[in-house]
């Protein structure tokens, strides 16, 4: 379903800065047309889809005959709709990677009627000529984002369409079922039953199960695109900056000798074996006396509660036993996974060291030394279980997704819940009306113009 006389876009498509070529891609039914306008060398409008043709973009000519200016050497590629990006005309334009050249190009096109596309806007229209659904749609941004292989993984199955396909199949039977009860509507009085009860009851529960399982995904998912937020607590003094440090391999924590020096939060990352952990250093555990160091250890707690995954880092130089035990008391009670490292093992106190040994949860290291941190990463690694993912199982990464998911797992629960008390067919029409609205919402059967506003300005310009 091509929009004809769509008004013809253009913008950088390529990282925007001084590179070896930049590429500008321009969509629009009259792209060839305008584009063939200022090249010189072949006639663009008779060539095939998909080649690609050397010459040059020049100025208009002047009024008095003169010839134009030669803006640069370029190499046009053609997609004749619907075989494109967009499934409409699109022509990129390699040309030379300078600014400069890509600005005059550009106000070349902009001279010529065509205007700059909008954040998303080639995807956009993809999506609104039928070239993807919402959700494939939105794994463009999140492909061209991923900078794991484990995220680019579940972008690329993503936009391939593994999750939609699932959604809208489900979505299909449904629909079956909820035309059938409508039906009965309009019988009215008559009280005829089209839609057997029992066999909506085991669709319901099928598409349960399904929902739910991929509502679940979602917790994976977010760790896959957006990588674990990780607390080191401990008390201060206890090695927690060192460890940053030898986490990240380089000084952007301030070391010091003074207890409770580290007062600011300095987010990092490392990314192991795919999954990405992000480090929000803490400035101590417990409640002081001291002002500005009180704040911190509230905010500590807040960062706490918001992570993943805390490491509680003890001193096994000058920690008591009892500290220790109470600090893992506390943990337990917050409810966060937490991993447990005893540090500064080169120097220990032989009395703690005998009685942690036979916690076997317990990993002693010297952040110092950066001695035994391979353990720990092992350890954080396997805090987070990938292993669904490698089987290929479909993972939600993208939070609209969850919401829907939960969204139509709510008016699921309500349609089960309605057949299993024998309501009636006009509310039971209206829950199954809702699990079919958040259900298209996913893939973009049902949009408003607010929601695709909102999920393509989140794009950047060219894509
Ligand atoms: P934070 O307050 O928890 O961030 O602690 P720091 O990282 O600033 O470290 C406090 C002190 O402990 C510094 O003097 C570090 O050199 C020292 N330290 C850190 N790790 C080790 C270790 O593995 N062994 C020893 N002996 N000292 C360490």
Known sequence: MQIPNQETIIALSTAPGVGAIAVIRLSGTESIRIVNGVFHGKNLNVQKSHTAHFGTIREDDSEDGKQGRIIDEVLVTLFIAPRSFTKENVVEISCHGSPFIVQQIIKLFLKKGVRLAKPGEFTQRAFLNGKFDLAQAEAVADLINADTEAAHRAALNQMRGGFSDQIKQLRQEL???????????????????????????DLVAKLLSVITLLANSFDLGNVIKNGVPTVIAGKPNAGKSTLLNALLNEEK???????????????????????????????????????????????????????????????????????????????????????????????????????????????????????????????????????????????????????????????????????????????????????????????????????????????????
């Open 253 to 463: 924590a301030i070391v010091s000798d003074i207890a409770g020096t580290t007062r600011d939060f300095i987010e990092d990352e490392i990314n192991l074996e795919g999954v990405v952990f992000r480090f929000i250093d803490t400035a101590g555990l417990r409640e002081t006396e001291d002002k500005v160091e009180a704040i911190g250890v509230s905010r500590t707690r807040e960062k706490m509660k918001q992570a993943s995954l805390i490491i509680y880092l003890f001193d096994m130089k000058n920690d008591s036993l009892v500290e220790i035990h109470r600090d893992i008391n506390m943990l337990e009670n917050l409810g966060v996974p937490f991993i447990k490292v005893g540090n500064k093992v080169d120097e220990a106190q032989p009395e703690l060291y005998e009685p942690l040994k036979k916690d076997n949860d317990v990993l002693f290291i010297s952040a110092i030394n950066k001695e035994n941190l391979e353990a720990l990463k092992n350890k954080l690694v396997e805090t987070v279980n990938l292993d669904n993912f490698k089987t290929g199982d479909t993972v939600v990464t993208n939070i609209r997704h969850y919401d829907n998911l939960i969204q139509t797992q709510n008016a699921l629960i309500a349609v089960m819940q309605g057949l299993d008390s024998d309501i009636t067919g006009d509310f039971l029409a209206m829950d199954i009306r809702q699990a079919l609205h958040y259900l298209g919402e996913i893939t973009g059967e049902i949009t408003t113009d607010d929601l695709l506003a909102n999920i393509f300005s989140k794009f950047c310009i060219g894509k």
């Open 175 to 201: 629909i079956h079922f909820a035309s059938m009860i409508e039906l009965e509507l309009d019988f009215g009085e008559e009280d005829v039953e089209f839609a057997d009860r029992q066999d909506l009851k």
